[in-house]
């Protein structure tokens, strides 16, 4: 696993030899920029439909929600 994770970067590294560090800082902040302008164009679509979660995420917090109305809850009072 570790081989071809090492692998796996430097391939991505690969190309980058040859950029100033100017370039690759401002590659970096595009690449992350556009990340978080999809997740907002993501967000923004999820609430137009009147959803607050990505289904995964709904999926996980009913099964949560589910699993919860087992537990019970005892009170301990010193007094």
């Not at 137009?48 to 009170?75: A, N, V, Y």
């Amino acid at each position: 696993m570790t081989t071809n994770l090492l692998g796996s970067f430097n391939h991505v590294l690969k190309d980058s030899y040859a950029m100033s560090i100017s370039t690759l800082v401002q590659l970096t902040f595009y690449k992350c920029n556009s990340y978080w302008v999809k997740q907002r164009r993501e967000a923004n679509d999820y609430i137009q439909c009147g959803k607050i979660w990505p289904l995964t995420i709904q999926i996980e917090l009913t099964m949560s929600r589910d699993r919860s109305r087992d537990h019970t809850i005892m009170l301990f009072d010193s007094e």
